[in-house]
Structures are given as structure tokens and as C-alpha cells.
């Protein structure tokens, strides 16, 4: 179909002629190369509402996504763009699982089925090796789980997988597939694989359910196609048959989840897959300075499995990209803090600007710690953590139980919650039996009269408790904020926790259960009439990382390398840039895993607008131990020439005094070669901006594992200079620590006051970092306290 002109379309308006190309595309499909920060979502919104402007109904358009945050910033542009218009936009995991809730009985499974997240599948695949009888001594649970899961994202059924040669630890997975899979059906429950598996094996068994999606569907888009697995490949292949109006946007240079399933040939062999395809490369970059834009580019160009683009920009060539060169975790995370801090004392920049990323989580501590020390307000982007804290998946785990009594799991988690005399033999008694019956374990509770085995009083208990869940399901119809309300007071479960809870908690568990009771009523606020439980559990479900990502709150945010994926921020710091960890140790005998750990490097570098830092260390603390280690081979692939060296390591700061020495000096040891396969040393080669000597390379740590152990890090500033109040802080104990000097500010002989004791004179100090204490005498007083946290001021 010719496409028609648009040459007057106000949408094309400050649209390159690439992005006015893929904009106007209406019929075939069409392959969108978007390099980072090229505008790929304008351009995708951009071409929704030129569809919708072309006549296209509303809802033959769908728009697939890999985050909720994704879908939600595309729902908005296009309803600025064409107001009223109701375009499906959502993930992939959240478009299946609405697809299967109107065909579930064609999978086995009843239209209120339960999504387990992670620890919901994590217990049943438990039970269901429990009752396979298999061994784990070669194959953990964890194992076991993960090669299920790869095998479902293959679409391999547990008969088909059994029939095929497989290794030892396949050989056992094969057996648990089906009863885990059995056991999820008896449930009424998938897990998130089965949400792509049931509606991939519903399109290519069911030729006339599939070519009527296809024609409902015509215009399917398809956000970050580098990152789908098999699964997710068949479903919109499978609804582009008949109207083959399939349109991806990606980069394979941004193809990260190889691990979990994701195959980068989908987007290499799409031009194979629809030969008359168009293909458009957006090049130019509006996110990035020159300088971070050549770093990213010279660092891609070494992997093989990629499509050459050419990146771009007309940025301003910016500041140089900084290579920090630390003496530990420590010094890296203390310099990064003092660095903020200064900057924002300065005004030059705001909390939010800043993000600082890592290959593993455990590198966040000692950052962490330095940040709380200078009063830094901070966030750490971990979405399904608040749905993961204990009172809140005990009420959820309630609401799951009402809207699918099938859902075990939920059951065996709150039979006994709060405490009612349940035990463990009693519970392990009721899955027995319903294991043997084939029945859900609600179902064997409201049987438990049949189970001999069974105490009489602990029937009494289980008979209680099937009388009080049926109290609550009766409510199961009212608005989510009253069933949550009644919920909690039927169960007594604020009472539990006013006994249960610790006041040393970091939040309070009360407090926890009021936000969730909160986030019901908005979700009734939001869904006046369509609102139902299924449909908020399956909201809650479907949360990901990035969903917890706040861009209105004034904090630095920490993530993993991996979370940072579709974010940008003014001032990026990628820490921990070392040998074994980027690239991560597993992916040394891999090809493909070597360069997928390169592909992760230049996501993180391409996040930066106008300034970043890389650091590595010189030793840092793994298994409970300073040990030495190696700069990462990328660093070699950068181009050094032009980047900033800046050697920190021999400031080691007047905490270091207490630190551990007997480690011989190994400052001038000569340079090693840092790739087997490269005749080239870590040289920085000839650089106007170096601030130091060359830096000298260490042999790295010959663990079979990189298990990183944070140490108790020094958290204040190496800086003297006054501490400004920044922001909102995460915790009461960050309150303690603004607007004061640093803990070594305090020593012997010091005058201080403390609000209550008056005037004072330090007589004694011991410790280091947030453990440093101080005895202090006030008159005929003596008290002793934690510095960190003590309400103690110097007196002038």
C-alpha cells in the first residue's frame, strides 16, 4: 500500500527525515534501528497517532512493551497527541495475561486464575520436586527452576523435553516440569513464563482463534524487540500472519537479558523473517555529549553480532569522560558522595541529577553508607520490594485466597498467620491429602474431617479457619479499600503486628498495611466501574523493577546496570568497572555472554546526558577480605586518549589509619596484561588530562565465585567542609548526621553539648566508620556514644 502524504501533518513537525520515514508507515512491516537516546519513543507515539489520524480504528492498534514505566509514558504522549483515544499499551506479560483470562478454559484454567510472582513459584516448585521424590544434590532448587523456565521460554513441553537428550540436571528438571506444572493447574495459577507459553501454544493450536486475534490486532508495535525470548517472538509473529503490519523498534546493541531468554537473532533475522520489510536507523543521538557518544560507540564497535549504525550528535561537546582510578570500594564510594555533595552545595546540580550504577546489587553498601553519612537523600530501585515485605504478602496472600480459593500457596502462607494453632505436620497433612485427591488444599481443609491422621483438636483449628475465610469471601464483590479494611480486622491482623513488630524496624509494618489499604482505594478511584480483584492482584503481580524508578522525588538513585535500561540522567557514575565483575566472571567461555557483558557497559555509559565517571579499584572486599583486582578489559575499548584520568588512591583519607595494612605494598608492581586474547596492556596512553602517574595493575582474586561482602565502610566525609542539609533524608538515623562535621572531628578533648546533658568533654574515642564511639563526661556524668547517630555538636 503506497503510503499517503503527509506533508502538512502537524505530527511531523521537528521530525528528522528518519523519524518522519518510520512515523508515516502504515502498511507492512517495518524494522526501527534506535540507537540510545535517538528518540524511539516519539517516533513510536508519533506513528500510533498518525495511524489513528489515517482512519485505523483504536482498537486494531497494539503497542507491546518490555515495563510498565515504558507503556505509561507512551499512553500519555499519545493522548496529548490525539486526546480520548483508547490505544492498547502494556507489557507483553500484562497483554498475554488479559488474553488468557478470556480464554482460560481453553489452557486448563478458570478466568480468576492467580499470577505467582517469584516467591510464590520459588514455594510451589519446592512442593512439586517435594513430591516428585527427586534429588537435588547435582541440581538446587534454584537450578531447577531456572532450567524450567528456559524451557518454557523455548516453548518445550514437559513431554516434548523428556523425549530429548539432556544433561544430568535436565534429566531431573524434566521430571519435576510436569507435576509443577500439574500442580500450578490444580492451583488455577501460572507463573510469569506460563502467561507467554499458554497464549503461544493457544495461537498455533487454535488456527481460527489465531486468525481472529490477527484481525482484531492489525497493527501490531513491538518497544525494545532485542530484549523478546522465543515465546514472545511466536505470539506477534503468530497475530502478523494475515495482516503482516508488524512494526519493531530496537537496538542489539542494547540486548542485556540473554539470561533470561531473550534471543538477539529475533531482531538480526528480522529483515529474513519479512523480506519486503522497511528499515529505518535513527542515528542521532539528543540525550548525549559528544564526548560520552564516543566512549559508547568506540566501546560497541568490538562486538561482532550487532547492526552497524552510525551514532551521532549535535550536543555540545561537553565535559571529558572521567576514569577514576580508587583505592577500594571505600575510597570509590566516599569520593563519588563528597563529589555530590559539593556539587549540590554549589547549586550546580540537585540530588535527582545524579545516578550511580553497578554490575551487582552488594556493591551499593558501601555507597550507600557514604551517602547516609553526608545526609545525601537517596533512592534504590527495587519495585517489587514493598510487595515482597512480610505483613504486606501476608494480606495480599488473603486477597489472592478470595479471589482463587485454588491458590495453595496463599493458603499455606496464611493458615497459621496470624498464629491459630496450625502446625507444620497439620499443614503438611492437608497437602498430602490434596495431593492424593488431585483437589486444591482449601478444598482438602474444608474435607478435613476424612484426614485420620489429623488431630481432633487440629481439625477444630482448620474448620475455624474455613469459617472465617468464608466470612471474608463474602465480601469479595465490595471495593477493594472496604475488603482490605474488613479483611484485617476479621483476621485480627493489626493486632498481630502491634505484638510482632519490632521497634527497631525501618518502617513500620502498620504503616506498610495502611499504604497497601491505600493503593486499593486508589485503584477503586481509578476503575469506577471495571475495577475487580482479579485485576488489581494481577496489577500488583505484574510490578517490575523499574516500576519503583521516581523521577519527582529530589534523591540520588542507585540501581544495577540492568535496571538503568530506558532511564537517563545528567550525571551517571558507573563504579565496580573490573575484571569478574563487568565482565562478570561467568561470562569469560561464552562468546555471546562476553559480548552481551559489553552490551551492558554501553546501556550504562549511553544514560548519561552530561557528564560521567567510571571508577575501578585498586583491591576491594570479597568473601570478607581486601583482595587485589584488575581493571575490566573494556576499559582498553575505550577511547583513552581523550578521557580524563583521576588517581585517588593514594588519598586515603585519616580513617584509613585504622584499616587493615599488613597487606604488602604493592603500589609499584609493573602492569599485566589485563586479556588473554589482546596483545595490549592497561595503558592510558598519551593524556593532556591525567592527574597522576600511570596507575599499576594487580593480579586479580582466583575464586571460582565473585561473592562481593561489604564491610562496615566509613561513612564520613573526607572533606571538613560543613555538610549541607540537602533534601528529604531515607531514614531518622540520616537526620542525626546533617549539618555536623565529620566523625573524626570528634576526639579527645573535644568540647561538645548534647541536648540533654549539657556541655561536655570527650575523654575517650574507639572504633571506626558508623561504629566509632565516644565516651564523654558531663560533669560528674559519664556516656558513651555511638557517633554516627549521637546527638552530640562541637562546641566552638
Known amino acids: 500500500m503506497d503510503e499517503p502524504s503527509t506533508s502538512n501533518s502537524t505530527l511531523l513537525r521537528h521530525l528528522t527525515p528518519e523519524q518522519q520515514s518510520a512515523v508515516v508507515h502504515i502498511d507492512g512491516p517495518m524494522l526501527t534501528l534506535a540507537g540510545p537516546g535517538s528518540g524511539k519513543t516519539r517516533v513510536v507515539t508519533h506513528r500510533i497517532a498518525h495511524l489513528l489520524e489515517h482512519g485505523i480504528p483504536e482498537w486494531q492498534i497494539a503497542a507491546l512493551t518490555f515495563t510498565n514505566k515504558a507503556a505509561d509514558e507512551m499512553r500519555a504522549r499519545v493522548d496529548a497527541l490525539v486526546p480520548g483515544k483508547q490505544v492498547w499499551m502494556g507489557t507483553f506479560h500484562r497483554f498475554c495475561a488479559q488474553l488468557l483470562r478470556r480464554y482460560a478454559s481453553m489452557v486448563g484454567l478458570q478466568e480468576n486464575y492467580s499470577i505467582y510472582d517469584t ?203 572521567t576514569l577514576r582510578i580508587c583505592s577500594d570500594g571505600f575510597d570509590e564510594a566516599d569520593s563519588i558522595a563528597d563529589e555530590i555533595v559539593n556539587l549540590i552545595a554549589c547549586e550546580t546540580a540537585r540530588p535527582s541529577d545524579f545516578a550511580i550504577f553497578c554490575r551487582m546489587n552488594s556493591l551499593t553498601r558501601s555507597v550507600e553508607h557514604a551517602l547516609r553519612g553526608r545526609g545525601v537523600p537517596y533512592q534504590i530501585v527495587n519495585g517489587v520490594e514493598f510487595y515482597q515485605r512480610k505483613e504486606v504478602k501476608d494480606v495480599l496472600s488473603y486477597l489472592h485466597l478470595v479471589n482463587n480459593p485454588g491458590h495453595d500457596v496463599a493458603l499455606t502462607r496464611v493458615i497459621n498467620t496470624p498464629t491459630r494453632g496450625i502446625g507444620a505436620k497439620t499443614i503438611e497433612r492437608l497437602q498430602g491429602f490434596a495431593d492424593r485427591n488431585a483437589i486444591p488444599m482449601l478444598e482438602a481443609a474444608r474435607r478435613v474431617d476424612e484426614i485420620d491422621a489429623l488431630a481432633k483438636r487440629s481439625r477444630t483449628m482448620v474448620s475455624k479457619f474455613v469459617d472465617l475465610y468464608d466470612k471474608i469471601a463474602t465480601k469479595a464483590t465490595a471495593s477493594l479499600e472496604d475488603l482490605m479494611r474488613y479483611l484485617v480486622q476479621e483476621t485480627k491482623y493489626d493486632q498481630y503486628l502491634e505484638k510482632t513488630a519490632s521497634d527497631s524496624d525501618d518502617s513500620s509494618p502498620t504503616a506498610n498495611i495502611d499504604e497497601l489499604i491505600t493503593a486499593g482505594a486508589d485503584f477503586d478511584r481509578r476503575h469506577p466501574e471495571d475495577g475487580s480483584l482479579d485485576t488489581f492482584l494481577e496489577q500488583v503481580a505484574l510490578v517490575s523493577d523499574t516500576d519503583a524508578f521516581d523521577d519527582s522525588d529530589e534523591r540520588v538513585t542507585l540501581m544495577t546496570l540492568h535496571a538503568s535500561k530506558g532511564l537517563e540522567f545528567p550525571r551517571v557514575y558507573i563504579i565496580g568497572v573490573e575484571d569478574d565483575l563487568l565482565p562478570h566472571k561467568r561470562s569469560k567461555d561464552d562468546d555471546s555472554q562476553f559480548e552481551e557483558e559489553r552490551r551492558l557497559f554501553f546501556v550504562g555509559i549511553t544514560r548519561a546526558e552530561q557528564t560521567l565517571q567510571i571508577s575501578c579499584c585498586k583491591r576491594r572486599m570479597i568473601r570478607g577480605e581486601r583482595r587485589p583486582v584488575i581493571p575490566s578489559p573494556f576499559l582498553n575499548e575505550l577511547p583513552l586518549d581523550e578521557i580524563k584520568r583521576v588517581d585517588t588512591s593514594v588519598n586515603r583519607g585519616p580513617w584509613f589509619d585504622s584499616v587493615d595494612q599488613s597487606t604488602p605494598s604493592d603500589w609499584d608492581m609493573p602492569e599485566i596484561q589485563v586479556n588473554a586474547n589482546e596483545d595490549t596492556s592497561f595503558d592510558f596512553g598519551a593524556n593532556t588530562n591525567q592527574t597522576n602517574e600511570a596507575v599499576a595493575v594487580f593480579d586479580g582474586p582466583d575464586d571460582s565465585d565473585i561473592t562481593m561482602t561489604p564491610d562496615e565502610p566509613p561513612t564520613e566525609p573526607s572533606s571538613t567542609a560543613a555538610i549541607p542539609e540537602i533534601g528529604a533524608l531515607k531514614t531518622a538515623a540520616d537526620l542525626m548526621t546533617v549539618n555536623r562535621p565529620p566523625i573524626t572531628a570528634f576526639q579527645e578533648g573535644t568540647q561538645v553539648r548534647h541536648m540533654d546533658y549539657g556541655v561536655g568533654t570527650i575523654i575517650a574515642v574507639s572504633g571506626r566508620g558508623p561504629k566509632r564511639m565516644a565516651r564523654v563526661r558531663f560533669g560528674e556524668e559519664e556516656h558513651s556514644f555511638r557517633l554516627a547517630f549521637a546527638p552530640l555538636q562541637i562546641e566552638d
Open 119 to 321: 516467591s510464590d513459584s520459588k514455594q510451589a516448585m519446592k512442593r512439586a520436586i517435594a513430591a516428585t521424590g527427586v534429588s537435588t544434590s547435582h541440581a538446587s532448587p534454584d537450578m531447577i527452576a531456572n532450567l524450567i523456565s528456559k524451557a518454557k521460554n523455548k516453548l518445550i513441553t514437559p513431554d516434548v523435553w523428556q523425549a530429548q537428550m539432556l544433561s544430568p540436571q535436565e534429566k531431573v528438571a524434566s521430571q519435576v516440569y510436569p507435576i509443577y506444572q500439574q500442580q500450578l493447574l490444580t492451583a488455577n495459577a501460572v507463573d510469569f513464563d506460563d502467561l507467554l507459553l499458554h497464549v503461544a501454544n493457544l495461537l498455533r493450536q487454535n488456527p481460527e482463534l489465531r486468525s481472529d486475534l490477527d484481525a482484531h490486532f492489525r497493527y501490531i508495535m513491538v518497544d525494545e524487540y532485542q530484549d523478546t525470548n522465543l515465546a514472545q517472538y511466536a505470539i506477534v509473529r503468530g497475530l502478523s500472519v494475515d495482516y503482516p503490519n508488524l512494526a519493531v523498534t530496537g537496538d542489539p546493541d542494547q540486548s542485556i537479558y540473554g539470561w533470561r531468554g531473550a534471543d538477539l537473532n529475533n531482531i538480526l533475522d528480522f529483515e529474513k523473517d519479512y523480506p519486503d520489510v522497511k528499515t529505518v536507523r535513527l542515528e542521532q543521538n539528543y540525550r548525549s555529549t559528544p564526548n560520552i557518544l564516543r566512549a559508547a560507540d568506540q566501546l560497541i564497535r568490538h562486538n561482532r553480532r550487532r547492526k552497524q549504525k552510525d551514532l551521532f550528535t549535535d550536543n555540545d561537546e561537553g565535559a571529558p569522560v
